[in-house]
């Protein structure tokens, strides 16, 4: 049987990690030249502990299951997480309602450890949080992670496993017998489908409706975000969630995987035709500053790296919209992907997999005997000790050689990140973290240019920083 997923985020790349284990043609097409480019790439990063969404939601459906999978997955796909527990802050009596509410719910939707906390409690954890405040909601299975890793951990390993992957292939049509496809067609090629899984994040409403199937209106909210250097990164422990709104989980503190520091994002509903901007605002960057200072009063925003802006995928009924459809029989739809999109994943490509496809769809898979549930990462030299980094150079010189002095990133590990497939600036970046330190490439991006075209074998005025028109150099001033 052939199946062809769309969309290589983070959720679309653990299906098709999750159908690797079947006998199965497995087929990802993805129109960015890498995993992980869209809403994956630009998000709060958090493993959500499943107290926020509502009962009886999709959301609370598989929030908490899908965190509790990120253990074994971590594991097995050999991507850090960091369960560092989140708080949610209340300042006053009215607040304090809300984090009762919030722990019933957590309860009920399979929350473990939740607990209120006290003023001193809870400074006592997190010094550098504002004397003001007066109670908070723990939840100590929230964590940290890597969201475009995970993805690209997860196709990694379903390539080993057999799937094809198609990048830079944008799906433009389908082709159809009756109430099924046959054929996905894209702006290159077309590959036959018995089923056709739509992973496709803020544009799988208009892969649905190109589809004929039923779909949910999908429109872009921005969240920007202020990046903060590694060196006040320990300004906090933990993720501090304000008391949230109607419209969003608020405005966050929480340490990044790497030793920074993540402030954001805003919530700004743009409009439908609005899926591609990226931009940050004078007014966003303001909220974030004075929303931040109110609950760590002593950040320094003299250390920003950068600014950045995010888009995540919003329904009207702000839920997920994950089922197989009545008009195009052999169509599933998992789609409005919003928070908390990448702590569900898991527990959503088994949902996909064993409830839709075998029980819904009555197909029979057939588990593969030799599948292997192991991909290893690129080794990251710097966390070795100097003795154990030593015997790594005798083996090999380019593990001596460092590129990205920010994040101490040797020139073996950006070879390796082509050797996995990296094409261009980001998809080392995103494999390595060169590139994701002080100085955001200007010291090091364009020796791993040259790396990139000595490896590739190509000019370097074919290389991108991210999709075909981002070119950086466009040829020699002198030879």
């Known amino acids: 049987m052939k199946v062809v997923v769309i969309g290589g985020g983070v959720v679309g790349a653990l299906i098709v990690r999750e159908l690797s284990m079947y006998d199965l043609e497995i087929t990802l097409i993805e129109k960015n030249l ?25 959301r609370a459906k598989f929030c908490a299951k899908g965190n509790e999978l990120y253990t074994q997955l971590a594991k097995e796909l050999d991507f850090e997480i960091k369960r560092i527990g989140s708080y949610v802050i209340a300042f006053d009596e009215e607040e304090i309602g809300t984090l009762k509410k919030l722990l019933r719910q957590g309860e009920v939707n399979g929350v473990p450890g939740l607990e209120i906390h006290e003023k001193e409690i809870i400074l006592e954890k997190e010094p550098n949080l504002s004397k003001e405040i007066k109670y908070g909601l723990w939840a100590p299975t929230a964590g940290i992670t890597e969201p475009w890793m995970i993805a690209i951990a997860a196709v990694e390993n379903a390539v080993d496993n057999g799937a094809k992957l198609i990048l830079g292939e944008k799906v433009v049509d389908f082709e159809k017998h009756y109430d099924r496809i046959t054929k996905v067609i894209t702006d290159k090629s077309s590959y036959e489908a018995d089923v056709v899984i739509n992973a496709a994040g803020l544009f799988a409403d208009e892969i649905a409706e190109l589809a004929g199937a039923e779909y949910v209106p999908l429109h872009p909210r921005r969240g920007e975000y202020i990046l903060l250097d590694k060196k006040i990164g320990n300004m906090v422990s933990s993720v501090i969630f304000p008391t949230p709104t109607i419209l969003s989980k608020g405005i966050l503190v929480l340490p990044t995987i790497d030793g920074g520091l993540l402030l954001g994002p805003t919530a700004v509903d743009l409009a439908s035709d609005m899926k591609d901007n990226l931009s940050t605002t004078s007014e966003g960057l303001k909220e974030i500053i004075s929303f931040t200072k109110r609950f760590v009063p002593s950040l320094d925003f003299s250390q920003t790296v950068k600014t950045f802006s995010g888009l995540r995928p919003e329904s009207p ?9 009545e008009r195009v029989k052999n169509f599933i739809n998992v789609m409005a992907m919003r928070s908390p999109g990448l702590t569900a994943a898991p527990a959503i490509a088994k949902h996909v997999v064993e409830e839709i496809i075998q029980e819904r769809l009555k197909i029979s898979l057939s588990a593969r005997k030799d599948f292997n549930p192991i991909r290893k990462g690129i080794k990251s030299f710097s966390k070795l000790s100097p003795k154990e980094w030593q015997k790594h150079v005798e083996q090999n010189p380019l593990a001596g050689r460092l590129i990205c002095y920010c994040n101490e990133v040797t020139e073996a590990e950006i070879v390796e990140a082509i050797k996995r497939g990296a094409r261009t600036l980001d998809g080392v970046k995103f494999r390595t973290r060169a590139m994701f330190g002080r100085c955001q490439g200007g010291f090091c991006s364009i020796k791993i240019m040259k790396i990139l075209e000595r490896e590739l074998n190509v000019d370097m005025s074919q290389i991108v920083q991210k999709s075909y028109n981002s070119w950086i150099v466009n040829g020699r001033v002198r030879e």
């Open 34 to 58: 890498d995993i992980g480019w869209g809403v994956t790439k630009a998000n709060s990063a958090i493993l959500h502990a499943g107290y926020d969404d509502p009962i009886g939601s999709v």
């Open 317 to 325: 009924q702000k839920d997920f919209f994950i089922n197989n459809s």
